[in-house]
């Protein structure tokens, strides 16, 4: 008889759970362990023990409820691996270190998280990698920009600040073409509305500190690689002294079981939130690729089978940094603050014009991202809307 394909939801509340193991316990324990003992020498001393997957032999090599995280992890994403490390940028830096040497060349969307760039403009610099930056809308001409060093496509969709959809089929597929190796960064689509590898990249790559964990409390970032790439990955991991915290590790795992229902809940608001800024006389527009005047739509329909709630705002003028900041610092319910996916609503200012190398950011007015919290929508309406009175009070547009 066929085995039935169990649900996404389904598999939330039921993957990475071994009641049996754990004395009949739902949830798998914390594993708090550095030393780990074996039963004897020959088991101590075996060849390459370390780095077999679910080999428990050190902690830093991962405990069993490291291997319950991980094992549902790369099953949603369909992956071969997953590893787990100690946060998103750790996730980043480990899944480039695995795949560079010194020499290499590698290309980077314009719109990628801040701190991917200054790893590239910092330490793989100083190893001798040299990073070329291209327009995320570059689609298959990007094999313009491979040269005989490159080694690797490193790219973010949406982007996290400025949310361009890339075509990731259509990148894969020219990389591959020439010996090239596509990592992703999947943050946005939090694991469940968008799957990478099925897509073409070879890496998926996730800050687990943000819907994942959903709570605003952990810090975590996952590695899950194809089947081709996943003994490198998780040695890159190992050799570097990478991996999660035990009781981050567990946050995780226990957010996981309620990701769909959040994830939910934040599109839904974040689109409701989107489409009221898109009507305020100071937007001039709202970036978030579900909606169907947004550029990249056509691609999110695509690819995509959801939407968080990060997105964009393009103020409609240059209003002046105070009048942001007495906006911002008034909000009730939106905090300033960085990192996203939490129950708790954001909002910030972002400079993606001081950030582009290969793509200029064109914008009347500055720019927001916004994280649409758990939060009643009509309780953040009404927070926005006092807010906007604040920053044309402070503007002079308004008594």
């Known amino acids: 008889m066929k085995q039935r394909t169990l649900a996404a939801d389904t598999q939330l509340a039921h993957l990475g759970r071994d009641p049996g193991r754990f004395d009949g316990a739902v949830n798998p324990p914390v594993y708090h362990a550095s030393t780990i003992l074996a039963d004897s020498l020959a088991l101590y001393e075996e060849p390459g023990r370390r780095y ?11 405990t069993p409820t490291t291997q ?16 787990s490390l100690s ?36 330490i793989l610099a100083r190893m001798g990698v040299a990073t070329t930056y291209y327009d995320p809308a570059i689609g298959p001409a990007i094999g313009e920009l491979i040269t005989e060093k490159t080694c690797l496509i490193f790219l973010e969709s949406p982007g996290s600040g400025t949310f361009e959809v890339q075509d990731l089929p259509a ?14 960064d999947s943050t946005w689509s939090a694991i469940l509305y968008c799957k990478p590898l099925a897509l073409g990249a070879d890496i998926s790559i996730q800050a687990g500190t943000k819907y994942l964990s959903g709570h605003a409390d952990a810090m975590i ?30 946050l995780a795992l226990r957010g996981l079981r309620t990701l769909s229902v959040r994830l939910a809940r934040h599109q839904d608001t974040g689109l409701k939130l989107a489409a009221w800024l898109n009507d305020r006389p100071e937007v001039d527009r709202v970036l978030h690729p579900a909606l169907p005047d947004d550029p990249g739509h056509a691609l999110w329909r695509r690819d995509f089978s959801g939407a968080s709630g990060l997105f964009g705002v393009v103020l409609a003028r ?25 129950f708790e609503s954001l909002l910030i200012a972002t400079y993606p014009e001081n950030a582009r190398t290969a793509s200029a950011w064109q914008a009347p007015g500055p720019t927001l991202r916004v994280h649409a919290g758990l939060e009643d929508l009509d309780d953040l309406i009404a927070d ?8 044309n009070r402070a503007s002079g547009d308004a008594p």
């Open 221 to 250: 970032g996952l590695i899950t690689a194809n089947e081709d790439c996943a003994p490198l990955v998780r040695r890159t991991a190992y050799e570097l002294g990478q991996c999660a915290a035990p009781d981050d590790v567990y």
């Open 171 to 184: 990148l894969a597929e020219v990389a591959h073409e020439r010996g090239v190796k596509v990592l992703l």
């Open 384 to 391: 926005l809307e006092a807010g906007f009175a604040r920053l």
């Open 52 to 62: 077999q997957k679910g080999a428990v032999v050190y902690g830093r090599f991962g």
């Open 68 to 83: 319950a995280l991980e094992d549902a992890v790369a099953t949603l994403e369909g992956g071969h691996d997953t590893v």
């Open 87 to 122: 946060s998103g940028l750790a996730a980043v830096a480990t899944a480039l270190l695995s795949f560079v040497a010194a020499g290499d060349h590698i290309l980077v969307s314009d719109n990628v998280y801040l701190p991917t760039r200054r790893f590239c403009d910092g």
């Open 318 to 342: 240059p209003y002046p940094k105070d009048a942001l900041a007495e906006m911002l610092e008034g909000m009730d319910l939106f905090g300033i603050g960085s990192s996203w996916g939490g």
